[in-house]
């Protein structure tokens, strides 16, 4: 069984850096649209998100960018792939976080401003929270 993988260009990473630390002290969180393929989802673009809590240890989408985000997905015919937020702190979905990716189970990409580093998970059929690699491409 071929391992599930989520593919980010360089030039994305460069994005959904510059985003969480701009946004810093709070967690920033953007939509990622692009084309799953058997077990490879690979993102296409980004949609910067404003996080309508302005909070540091909580997100939110409030629902007209959400829809707007959806339209975007549609009118360019690509899948809204992954929801990313970043942490100042660890790199593990919170349990608020876990209980909005059993609601929305795409890949849910974390990026921590503190350790510089991203990770990616998803809910599994069985419910089971379950890392993903994250491999990063070349523009
Ligand atoms: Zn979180």
Redesign the pocket.
Known sequence: MNKELILLYNSHLNALTKLAISSLPN?SCAILLGKRVDTKSIVKSILPMTNSLHSSVA?NINPDDLYNAYNTARLSELDVISIF?S?PSKLL??KT?QIFMLLNPVIWI?YSTSLNNFKAFIFDKFDHLKEISICFIKD
């Open positions: 967690e997100f937020h942490h979905p919170s976080d974390i």
